[in-house]
């Protein structure tokens, strides 16, 4: 007679594996539930980064190419009319060639950057008089974008400032996870002017 040994699982014994089996399952959902946060996050963070970087960059390249003067500085701001508002003028013609006339400021192009809510706009004019908003350069917070102009005749190290705080919707609130904001500064010391 050949006797069959073979013992099943209890309930109790079911019922523990099951429990233990749905603690695994809840723990390594709750990894892949904050490990999908922290993408989300650094994503978002990485995006406003590089918007921000790229928008610094480019007005830290006209600023350095600024020319002017003592008496004519070449760097255009009037905060009592738009305090969000700065043009750098450039020894270029309005297709961006050299001119090489630095005694000559009438041939001259002026690059006007502004923010109007959260948008950065940039123009390429003749005078910063007539520099309409047509092209959106970036974003920035209400109050975001700070330009200033330091000239300095004695030790001939002018610098322009340039700061913006962004955040991934700029016209929300700041969240780090949902609405990172990141702030960047430099400073452009323009090589074209004369003291």
Known sequence: ??????????FTEL???????????????????????MQKSVSRETLVTMRTS???LDM???AAAMTGDQSNLGFNSNPSLNPDRFCFREDVNSSGVLNNT??????????????????????NMGSPSNCPPIFILGTAVGGGL????????????????I????????AQPKSPPD?????????????????
Do not use: H
């Open 1 to 10: 007679m050949i006797k069959n040994n073979i013992r099943g699982m209890t």
């Open 15 to 37: 019922f523990v594996a099951t429990v233990l089996m749905g603690i695994v399952l809840i723990g390594i959902v709750s990894v892949d539930f904050a490990i999908r946060r």
């Open 54 to 56: 790229a928008t610094i």
């Open 60 to 62: 830290a390249k006209n």
């Open 102 to 123: 630095p005694g000559n400021y009438g041939d001259d192009r002026w690059i006007c950057y502004w923010q109007v809510t959260t948008n950065i706009y940039k123009c």
């Open 146 to 161: 700070s330009i200033s102009f330091a000239p300095d005749s004695t030790a001939q190290n002018s610098f322009v400032a």
């Open 163 to 170: 700061s913006i705080t962004n955040r991934f919707d700029p």
């Open 179 to 195: 609405n990172p904001e990141v702030t960047m500064t430099t400073k452009a010391s323009p090589t074209l002017q004369s003291f």
